[in-house]
């Protein structure tokens, strides 16, 4: 199995910036899928971001424009750029790798379609 540990969660002001990263362990994590997902408090968990074997990515509507997604096979991490940070982003990040493949959306976006999940990291804005 591979082990996944996200990092780089803290605290920024709005308009700001972080970047997250999610590093594996025990597999190439480019032989995944790799997404992204955020639970904000009171909130189901949604989906942020993806990057596939390709290296074709997917995006939220809420987030296209201000997020990026990158993956380094060297160092076998996937980073999420967040910029343009809004109080609405504030949540727990999580990332997931899963092989599962699928053409829709809802498919390619749902959490049950991911095998291995990261402990979370967690990011606050503030106004």
């Known amino acids: 199995q591979v082990q996944l540990v996200e990092s780089g969660g803290g605290l920024v002001q709005a308009g700001g910036s972080l970047r997250l990263s999610c590093a594996a362990e025990g597999r190439a994590i480019g032989t995944y899928a790799v997404g992204w997902f955020r639970q904000a408090p009171g909130k189901e968990r949604e989906f942020v971001a993806r990057v596939v074997w390709s290296g074709e990515s997917t995006f939220a509507d809420s987030v296209k424009g201000r997020f990026t997604i990158t993956r380094d096979n060297v160092k076998n991490t996937v980073y999420l750029q967040m910029n343009s940070l809004k109080p609405e982003d504030t949540a727990v990040y999580y990332c997931?790798?899963?092989?599962?493949?699928?053409?829709?959306?809802?498919?390619?976006?749902?959490?049950?379609?991911?095998?291995?999940w990261g402990q979370g990291t967690q990011v606050s804005v503030s106004s």
């Open positions: 997931a790798a899963g092989r599962a493949r699928g053409g829709s959306y809802s498919f390619r976006t749902s959490p049950q379609n991911y095998d291995f």
